[in-house]
């Protein structure tokens, strides 16, 4: 039998020219989801809000038209001055609030109001309140961590173990006898947020999660909610701190007098200085700066204001280096 090498040969190459253009390609692929902070899930729409109206039982309309969409491994802000609709929209996402119009979809499948399917929802979407006070009512730490798993029925050495882990977690570990009511500010938030990691939830939302709390505590909440997010939940916060989004926050959407009125990337949303003004905000102590310095001074920063202290450096030391 004669063995033609040359088609062989031939095949070899394309093959391999093949194999080098689809892993070249799936590299692509990790590095730009992991540069989105999406990593292998990017695109997911976990949680989705379409046209959301509520109005409160005066008749006054707190949400207007409301289209809100979270992907699978963001980090998201929910952004807006007081009484803006922060708030009352969050407890649209687990069946608190019901909406006169508009639908709600978890994970592709539509929020329905029975009991079965408010389980479900708030299995898959976990609600950390702005005041602690309002979710740690057991007489210990580990009680109250405990609630969720046990209200699912699982057996004790599981609900065990959650608390535990969640507590681990969140750096209160050996708080398990402690009455809650008896902790400083910031750690009730860690064990609210401890009781919510224990329902192992797909998303957590946070409403104002740094409000009450001095820099330092403050600090350690956006730390633990940066971890988290990077070892893959899915996180939403609301606030009016329009420093602390650029830092945490890989989109925004801005929301003012319960309308969205922006969303996207956060250099994308606070390059319109007048829409931020507009909604009662300010921008970035850092952008406001750079705005200074680029009215009054002449100083050219490009297509948007830096947000951060490392945008600010870098966009500086490039204007250095060009003189």
């Known amino acids: 039998m004669i063995i033609n090498f040359n088609f062989f040969y031939f095949k070899s190459i394309t093959f391999f020219k093949f194999l080098n253009g689809f892993l070249l390609l799936f590299l692509k692929f990790?590095?730009?989801?992991?540069y989105n902070n999406y990593y292998l899930v990017g695109g997911i729409t976990i949680l989705k809000a379409i046209n959301i109206v509520y109005e409160y039982p005066d008749g006054t309309r707190a949400l207007n038209n409301i289209n809100f969409k979270v992907?699978?491994?963001?980090?998201?802000?929910?952004l807006g001055r007081n009484g803006a609709g922060k708030s009352t929209l969050f407890l649209h996402f687990n069946g608190i609030h019901q909406a006169k119009s508009g639908e709600i979809f978890i994970d592709g499948e539509?929020?329905?109001?029975?009991?079965?399917?408010?389980?479900?929802?708030?299995?898959?979407i976990g609600i950390v309140f702005q005041n602690p006070d309002n979710q740690l009512f057991a007489p210990t730490v580990e009680e109250d961590v405990a609630f969720g798993p046990m209200n699912l029925g699982l057996p004790i050495r599981e609900v065990e173990q959650r608390v535990k882990d969640s507590l681990e977690k969140v750096g209160m570990f050996g708080f398990e006898k402690k009455s809650p009511h008896h902790l400083s500010g910031g750690q009730k938030k860690r064990v609210a947020i401890a009781g919510i990691l224990a329902m192992k939830p797909?998303?957590?939302?946070l409403d104002e999660p740094t409000s009450g709390l001095d820099p330092k505590g403050a600090s350690h909440i956006l730390k633990l909610l940066h971890d988290l997010n990077k070892e893959g939940m899915t996180i939403v916060i609301s606030t009016h701190d329009v420093d602390l989004v650029p830092v945490y926050?890989?989109?925004?959407?801005l929301i003012s007098d319960g309308e969205i009125i922006a969303n996207g990337l956060p250099?994308?949303?606070f390059s319109d200085v007048e829409l931020i003004r507009s909604a009662d905000l300010r921008l970035p102590r850092i952008a406001h700066l750079a705005e200074i310095l680029n009215k009054k001074d002449g100083l050219d920063f490009g297509d948007y204001y830096?947000?951060?202290i490392g945008e600010a450096r870098a966009k500086i030391l490039d204007l250095v280096n060009k003189d």
Not at 30 to 34: A, E, K, V
Not at 71 to 78: F, R
Not at 249 to 253: C, E, G
């Open 267 to 269: 250099n994308e949303v």
């Open 249 to 253: 926050s890989n989109k925004i959407f």
């Open 30 to 34: 990790i590095y730009f989801h992991r």
């Open 71 to 78: 992907e699978k491994g963001e980090m998201v802000a929910l």
């Open 202 to 205: 797909e998303l957590m939302i």
């Open 306 to 308: 830096p947000l951060t």
């Open 110 to 124: 539509k929020l329905e109001y029975d009991k079965k399917s408010l389980l479900k929802a708030r299995q898959k």
